[in-house]
């Protein structure tokens, strides 16, 4: 079992910069291969970034691509998401997930494959 709690939103001006952070529990984290999700009021959740769990690979949304940063801390049980040149559409609950599978070789964006969710931090960009 994984716990997620992020933190980290608020509300920023477009082009400001914004990092959040999860803190996970249990002993396996360093296991998951991690990712992170939003959803705006009015729309389903999308991906935005993962990383696997050793950290050696990342993947990432290409609406997102170059302006956010994925990592992680396996000695602290953390996963940040670096946020820059934030855009208004970047607005939305941004939610931390763990993957179901152990050491999975391959980063993946399909939100089926995460089986543990944080409760999510509010992101807002204002124009």
């Known amino acids: 079992q994984v716990q997620l709690v992020e933190s980290g939103g608020g509300l920023v001006q477009a082009g400001d910069s914004l990092r959040l952070s999860c803190l996970a529990s249990?002993?396996?984290?360093?296991?998951?291969?991690m990712g992170w999700f939003r959803q705006a009021p009015g729309k389903e959740r999308e991906f935005v970034a993962a990383?696997?769990?050793?950290?050696?690979?990342?993947l990432y949304a290409d609406s997102v691509k170059g302006r956010f940063t994925i990592s992680r801390d396996n000695a602290k049980n953390t996963v940040a998401l670096q946020m820059n040149s934030l855009k208004p559409e970047d607005t939305a609950v941004y939610y931390c997930?763990?993957?179901?599978?152990?050491?999975?070789?391959?980063?993946?964006?399909?939100?089926?494959?995460?089986?543990?969710w944080g409760q999510g931090t509010q992101v807002t960009v204002s124009s």
């Open positions: 997930a763990a993957e179901l599978i152990l050491r999975r070789t391959v980063v993946v964006g399909t939100a089926g494959a995460y089986g543990y």
């Open positions: 990383i696997s769990w050793s950290g050696d690979s990342t």
């Open positions: 249990g002993r396996t984290f360093s296991s998951y291969n």
